[in-house]
């Protein structure tokens, strides 16, 4: 169990307040197909045009199905991963 106590006057003052915008992003990954004698490689678009904005003060929510991309969304914007287009 975690507790966290805070006393005294606490001001939310001089805080960064940051807009994050993502247009186009277009992420293809190259994936390898066949078998071990007739390797394929084919590319596999992840996401296409996406695009969006997350402004200071709201909460954005990012929701789908399982393997719609949300984790590569994320780690688009964050730079884990590089994208193949947009900005």
């Known amino acids: 169990k975690m507790s966290l106590k805070i006393e005294g006057n606490v001001k939310a003052t ?3 307040r940051l807009r994050l915008e993502w247009q186009n992003i277009r992420l293809v990954k190259t994936v390898q ?3 071990f004698f007739r390797p ?3 590319q596999k678009t992840i996401l296409q045009d ?3 904005v997350a402004e200071p003060g709201e909460l954005l929510s990012i ?3 399982s ?3 949300k984790t590569s969304l ?3 914007l964050s730079k884990r991963i590089s ?3 947009g900005k």
Request: hydrophobic share 20%.
């Open 67 to 69: 393997g719609g991309g």
């Open 50 to 52: 996406i695009s969006g």
């Open 63 to 65: 929701m789908g199905p």
């Open 83 to 85: 994208i193949t287009s």
């Open 40 to 42: 394929k490689n084919s």
């Open 14 to 16: 001089n805080c960064l």
């Open 33 to 35: 197909e066949g078998n």
């Open 74 to 76: 994320l780690n688009s």
